[in-house]
């Protein structure tokens, strides 16, 4: 009996960390969309299953007795079909999720939408050079409404649509410091900051050298969480879940 847990994040990565140190069989997955993900440790699978009925039969033919959906907050597809395959199975399930963004006290920029189209024409309204950190898979959303802004575009893997002209393209990996952040905002001179409200600390230090410089933000807010599964918020209170469990 092996625990599942889904995800590349730094939270299923501390997650594998635990479980190896507790000697509890478990194999990561991976969904594959990051050319060269950071890999945990122990036992990794790369790819798909093909949907809530391949999730669910690789469950059953794998002895799964519990999962762990630790996938980022934005990888609303997986979580839904987990949800269902695990009831489907009658597999515990457990969202591992980081807390959201707050914005500081006082703070009046922070835009909030509710989809990636949304913050295309808000970051439109609000400015002429955006700094567009919401990742390669949604960049299509930003062509028409922003094509003649001087947009600055910060992606890990190369973008699957051509870019418009006036845009800038940078290739690179987190985690960021705030001196490094601060500068590359006054060298582009971006003036809105358009992001998803990933949470943690990998990408914070935008939100701050944002907030210093007087930057408009605008946030994309998370999908609602499915009903009826657990959540936490690290993977030390996963690590709990499974072991009132008896699983670790």
């Known amino acids: ?81 987990a949800a269902r395959a695990c009831a489907l199975e009658g597999v515990p399930l457990l969202r591992l999720e980081r807390p959201g963004w707050e914005a500081a006290p006082g703070s009046d920029s922070w835009n909030w939408v509710g989809t990636h189209e949304e913050a295309a024409a808000t970051a439109a309204r609000l400015g002429r050079a955006p700094f567009l950190t919401t990742g390669r898979q949604t960049l299509g959303c930003f062509l028409g409404p922003l094509a003649e802004a001087r947009a600055v575009v910060r992606v890990v893997d190369p973008p699957e649509v051509e870019l418009p002209r006036p845009w800038t393209l940078l290739r690179s990996r987190g985690p960021y410091t705030l001196d490094g952040e601060r500068e590359l905002l006054r060298r582009y001179g ?17 939100m701050l050298a944002a907030g210093e410089l007087g930057l408009a933000v605008v946030v994309v807010r998370r999908e609602s969480r499915t009903a009826g599964v657990d959540v936490v918020g690290d993977h030390v209170a996963a690590g709990g879940w499974l072991a009132e469990r008896g699983l670790a």
């Open 190 to 206: 971006c003036d809105v900051l358009v992001t998803k409200d990933s949470g943690g600390g990998h990408t914070w230090p935008k």
């Open 1 to 81: 009996m092996t625990v599942l847990i889904l995800g590349g994040t730094a939270e299923a990565r501390e997650l594998a960390l635990l479980l190896s140190a507790r000697g509890v069989p478990f194999v990561s997955s991976l969904a594959g969309r990051v050319a060269r993900p950071r890999l945990p440790v122990g036992d990794v699978r790369i790819g798909g299953f093909g949907g809530v009925e391949g999730l669910a039969c690789h469950l059953r033919e794998n002895g799964v007795a519990a999962v762990v959906d630790a996938t980022h907050p934005f990888a609303s597809g997986i979580s839904r079909n």
